[in-house]
T-cell receptor, first 115, second 113 residues
Framework: GAGVSQSPSNKVTEKGKDVELRCDPI?????LYWYRQSLGQGLEFLIY????????KSGLPSDRFSAERTGGSVSTLTIQRTQQEDSAVYLC?????????????FGPGTRLLVL | GENVEQHPSTLSVQEGDSAVIKCTYS??????FPWYKQELGKRPQLIID?????GEKKDQRIAVTLNKTAKHFSLHITETQPEDSAVYFC????????????FGKGTKLSVIP
């Protein structure tokens, strides 16, 4: 079946602009995760959803970052007033649910460049 | 919170040789340890995982070992091939009741033909 998809694949924006990144999880997966991968670095956890709820937002780096999920499916990560240090690859993953260490399947990522 | 250290950061091996990547974790409550392979410009893909109720798991040329007492786990790739060249990430989570994967910083493996 279809895997996790993300859009856009690449985004170039100017400092100070807002951006929206989209994630479509695997159908039937109730848990959805956002990670950030800076150049040459590991994956940094940002936030996760179980259904439409985000029980833990502590990984979000600042209040310029927010995320929502509607209908238990698509999620949007919004970065307001982008800064150059926001440049990174933003990866989304989904799993059947968040309990019992279910395998997380990753999307291809959105490569964000803030000029 | 959990902290995962991964070594080495880069590894070069001759085709046919074995490669070993090691990770340590800090939280003794962690009980799920996946390994992901990420080829250049592509998404991370799960290659093998291990849960704390076993000490070793093998899948063809890939094996993972876990030492809960010492809080470390390792990835072993035997008979390496050029297509094994990629960045490998280890991760740890507490499994049930927890969701967050904490990743190591990655190991860039180069297999020289």
């Amino acid at each position: 079946g279809a895997g996790v998809s993300q859009s856009p694949s690449n985004k170039v924006t100017e400092k100070g602009k807002d951006v929206e990144l989209r994630c479509d999880p695997i159908s039937g997966h109730t848990a959805l995760y956002w990670y950030r991968q800076s150049l040459g670095q590991g994956l940094e956890f940002l936030i996760y959803f179980q259904g439409n709820s985000a029980p833990d937002k502590s990984g979000l780096p600042s209040d310029r970052f927010s995320a929502e999920r509607t209908g238990g499916s698509v999620s949007t990560l919004t970065i307001q007033r982008t800064q150059q240090e926001d440049s990174a690859v933003y990866l989304c993953a989904s799993s059947l649910d968040a309990g019992g260490a279910k395998t997380q399947y990753f999307g291809p990522g959105t490569r964000l460049l803030v000029l | 919170g959990e902290n995962v250290e991964q070594h080495p950061s880069t590894l070069s091996v001759q085709e046919g040789d074995s490669a070993v990547i090691k990770c340590t974790y800090s939280d003794s409550a962690s009980n799920y340890f996946p390994w992901y392979k990420q080829e250049l410009g592509k998404r991370p893909q799960l290659i093998i995982d291990i849960r704390s109720n076993v000490g070793e798991k093998k899948d063809q040329r890939i094996a993972v070992t876990l030492n809960k007492t010492a809080k470390h786990f390792s990835l072993h790739i035997t008979e390496t091939q050029p297509e094994d060249s990629a960045v490998y990430f280890c991760a740890a989570s507490k499994g049930a009741g927890s969701y967050q994967l904490t990743f190591g910083k990655g190991t860039k493996l180069s297999v020289i033909p």
